[in-house]
């Protein structure tokens, strides 16, 4: 069984600082993990993700997000967040089995200000 | 490429009646995903078609369905709407089992009235 938190559902920064989103996972086999963005009335576009390469994976707009197996982690990170970053972020996790159900945490709301 | 299409974007319907939503992979990808959203339940998977062959079902009430065709388009059914199917929903494909990587549709707006 697979499972996601997401701690915050609104998270609030300034212009130019930094974002950090927090994921933590639980997964009986070893984890793909991924960010997805949603923009309003938009579908879900991937961020980044962790398929057991390495474990700082880049991704678009500038998110990096770090694996941490000890701490079963998977935070999302920006060191200066634009106005555009506005937007829900959802952690996932899947099995590495193939098969391709996606179990998403609740997301994070990320409100950007002046 | 183009991505992955759902139709229609959004749908107005009545309790107990029923309908039929579509999505269109990107051009390849033959695991075609359904996932619904909404405020209180999140995101939360309903199935998964792999060559025309339901591979993985969420814990949904038998009112959902779906299939998937031989050029992996695919659709999903729910019969007998009730209010509480009123939600996005969202189709994602996959080149294959092995790529667990999912791109999304724009998804469908649902409401039940």
């Known amino acids: 069984a697979q499972s996601v938190t997401q701690l915050g559902s609104h998270v609030s920064v300034s212009e130019g600082a930094l974002v950090l989103l927090r994921c933590n996972y639980s997964?009986?086999?070893?984890?793909?993990l991924f960010w997805y963005v949603q923009y309003p009335n938009q579908g879900l576009q991937l961020l980044l993700k962790?398929?057991?390469?390495?474990?700082l994976v880049k991704g678009i707009n500038g998110f990096e997000a770090e694996f941490k197996k000890s701490e079963t982690s998977f935070h999302l990170t920006k060191p200066s967040a634009h106005m555009s970053d506005a937007a829900e972020y959802f952690c996932?996790?899947?099995?590495?089995?193939?098969?391709?159900?996606?179990?998403f945490g609740t997301g994070t709301r990320l409100l950007v200000s002046p | 490429k183009a991505g992955v299409t759902q139709t229609p974007r959004y749908l107005i319907k009545t309790r107990g009646q029923q309908v039929t939503l579509s999505c269109s992979p990107i051009?390849?990808?033959?695991?075609v995903s359904w996932y619904q959203q909404t405020p209180g339940q999140g995101l939360q998977f309903l199935f998964e078609?792999?060559?025309?062959?339901?591979?993985n079902k969420g814990n949904f009430p038998g009112r959902f369905s779906g299939r998937q065709f031989s050029n992996s388009r695919s659709e999903m059914n729910v019969s007998t709407l009730e209010l509480g199917d009123s939600a996005l929903y969202l189709c994602?494909?996959?080149?294959?089992?092995?790529?667990?990587?999912?791109?999304f549709g724009p998804g469908t707006r649902l409401t039940v009235l």
């Open positions: 994602a494909s996959s080149p294959d089992r092995g790529n667990n990587e999912q791109f």
């Open positions: 997964s009986s086999v070893p984890p793909y």
């Open positions: 962790y398929t057991s390469a390495a474990t």
């Open positions: 996932a996790v899947t099995g590495n089995t193939g098969f391709q159900k996606l179990v």
């Open positions: 051009s390849g990808h033959r695991s």
């Open positions: 078609y792999f060559s025309e062959t339901q591979r």
